[in-house]
């Protein structure tokens, strides 16, 4: 149970209570709530008989590998940006700051492939294509006799098949058939170039980026150069589909796809309004192919999307292609749209666990969010310190496209799997560009019960959650941090201490302010960490604790923004007789 009243030498410093709502008079609240099985009670030093409640309820996210479970989560508001938070209440002195407390967090479990209001398909992005031509679905133009219209075959049944559209001979072109229609032809090294997109020099970057990127496939992959020396496939950018198909470029069973299509020796984009996007399909299916030219296969669903969409996040200046690159913000890659897709899914209360995505079929890639989540996953495991490495060896067992495919990786992180998981939730629930897991990646210390009535710990300012070490048995104990750190914002520093500095504000409190984080023994297969709900500390507060907790440590900081702060505090706690 969690019950507090924040202090800071008579107030609250210009900080917004979050979930704070009062209660009848008594010199130490008492009202039911939960946080990792820990009970607090918080007193306002300097106030008299006044009380709030912050109460945080038990969440369980279903998790099943084998029959593919997904789960929803009820946090109240979901993602919150923290300018329409923080001009809510201020507290200096005068009366409490009432809010409302977090709504009850409840679970609903329902099959992996149940609907869930989306009707994407192969290739989707947040924003979906961008063009008036036809949509791909199957219909003949009515102008040209030898075409004719595709029979009544879609994506979902190629994917429900779980056959191999990957595999076959190179498509026949007829390229006076292709002139006649007006279309486009540009070659390259490795890729052949179609397009009803009269712009040669569109079509002639495209095809210089896709030779820029063989060479970083090759060494992602750790294939030998000189075996794709060779190596062409065909590629065809589509504004009307109708058009490619009687240029004999789109073939009659070929399925509608709103994006891009890959099989055998040729994979379809639809053009975009963005250059970008345009780009990043392009290297999508171009990864598609390299995998199942070079290596055989690509893995499971989760694997095989979401390392083409993980390794697509480029860079390009005109001369020089960097690939697998953690896009920032949304203005450097226009209609991507992955981080809203994530957090879009967490603002309305869906969650999906690792174990889950491991099992994830085919056909639930008809759906855009599955893109997402597939992204999420690469980016998660490829770039947290502790998993990188594991995952990075995936690649050599892509000829798996069972869900066992990823018993290497859980094998390799072993008893860390439960850390692993609250890694991930917060990943998830923090969700931003940039997301710097490096520097986000929880730091944890072996928890000891604290020795005596005092222990102190040095924090930093360019880290997430960091545990000090400390177990705190059930108790009134006093908390204060000390210290001054940087934070930079744009391209100016600004000294902070543990109240923060209002310049700016991420979740509703300043940015710098020092936060704790109090987990209890729970077991996070079927529970949210506490952590994702921090709780405000400023400079001091008192608190009675109920259950057995390990104390945790950060200052207030959006996830993309870390490792440009610098300096150190130190929080101090205290146990009352």
């Known amino acids: 149970m969690l019950r507090f009243l924040m202090s800071a030498a008579g107030q609250v410093g210009g900080s917004t209570l979050r979930g704070f709502v009062r209660e009848p008079e008594e010199s130490l609240a008492h009202a039911s709530g939960y946080l990792g099985s820990s009970r607090l009670v918080a007193e306002r030093l300097g106030r008299e008989n006044r009380d709030r409640d912050c109460c945080f309820s038990r969440m369980a996210i279903g998790l099943l590998a084998a029959c593919s479970l997904l789960a929803t989560i009820g946090c109240g508001g979901g993602s919150q940006d923290a300018p329409s938070v923080a001009q809510s209440t201020t507290t200096t002195g005068g009366a409490d700051a009432e809010l409302d407390p977090p709504a009850p967090l409840k679970i609903e479990a329902r099959s992996v492939l149940g609907p869930r209001g989306s009707s994407g398909a192969n290739e989707s992005s947040g924003a979906g294509r961008q063009s008036n031509s036809t949509s791909g679905e199957g219909e003949g133009t009515g102008d040209d006799p030898d075409v004719t219209a595709a029979p009544a075959r879609t994506l979902g049944d190629l994917l429900a098949q779980q056959e191999g559209p990957f595999v076959g001979r190179r498509m026949e072109i007829d390229e006076d058939r292709v002139r006649a229609n007006g279309i486009v032809h540009v070659s390259g090294e490795h890729l052949d170039l179609y397009s009803d997109v009269r712009d040669e020099a569109v079509l002639n970057e495209l095809v210089t980026v896709f030779d820029a990127a063989v060479p970083f496939w090759c060494e992602r992959f750790e294939v030998d150069p000189a075996t794709v020396k060779d190596w062409r496939i065909n590629g065809f950018l589509m504004q009307d589909i109708n058009r490619m198909r009687s240029a004999g470029l789109a073939p009659d069973d070929l399925p509608p796809f709103p994006n891009g299509y890959f099989r055998a020796h040729e994979f379809w984009f639809y053009e975009q309004a963005s250059d970008y996007y345009r780009r990043y399909l392009m290297l999508h299916e171009g990864t598609h192919a390299f995998m199942f030219h070079q290596l055989g296969n690509a893995g499971p669903p989760w694997y095989m999307e979401g390392i083409a969409e993980r390794i697509a996040c480029h860079a390009w200046d005109g001369s020089e292609l960097r690939m697998d690159v953690p896009i920032l913000s949304a203005d450097e890659a226009p209609l991507w749209g992955r981080v809203r897709i994530i957090q879009d899914e967490f603002a309305g209360r869906t969650m999906y666990m690792p174990l889950t995505l491991f099992a994830m079929p085919n056909e639930e890639f008809l759906k855009n969010e599955s893109y997402g ?157 506490s952590l994702t709900q921090p709780v405000p500390l400023g400079r001091s507060a008192n608190l009675r604790i109920d259950e057995p907790v390990e104390l945790f440590v950060r200052v207030n900081e959006s996830p993309n923004a870390v490792s440009d702060n610098q300096g150190s505090g130190t929080l101090t706690v205290k146990r009352f007789p």
């Open 373 to 529: 989540w597939a992204w999420a996953m690469c980016e998660f495991f490829g770039r947290h310190p502790r998993f990188r490495e594991a995952f990075a060896e995936l690649k050599n067992n892509v000829a798996d496209r069972s869900p066992t495919f990823a018993q290497g990786l859980i094998d390799a992180v072993g008893d860390d799997w439960a850390l692993l998981q609250e890694d991930w939730q917060l990943f998830i629930a923090e969700m931003e560009y940039g997301y710097d897991l490096e520097h986000l990646a929880i730091v944890r210390n072996d928890a000891q019960p604290l020795v005596g009535s005092e222990a102190s710990f040095e924090f930093a300012a360019d880290r997430g959650w960091q545990s000090t070490g400390i177990q705190l048995a059930p108790g009134t104990y006093s908390f204060s941090a000390d210290g001054r750190w940087l934070m930079k914002t744009g391209d100016e520093q600004w000294p902070s201490e543990p109240e923060g500095i209002t310049i700016d504000y991420y979740r509703g409190e300043p940015i710098g302010k020092v936060m704790l984080g109090f987990r209890g023994a729970i077991d996070l297969t079927d529970t949210i960490t």
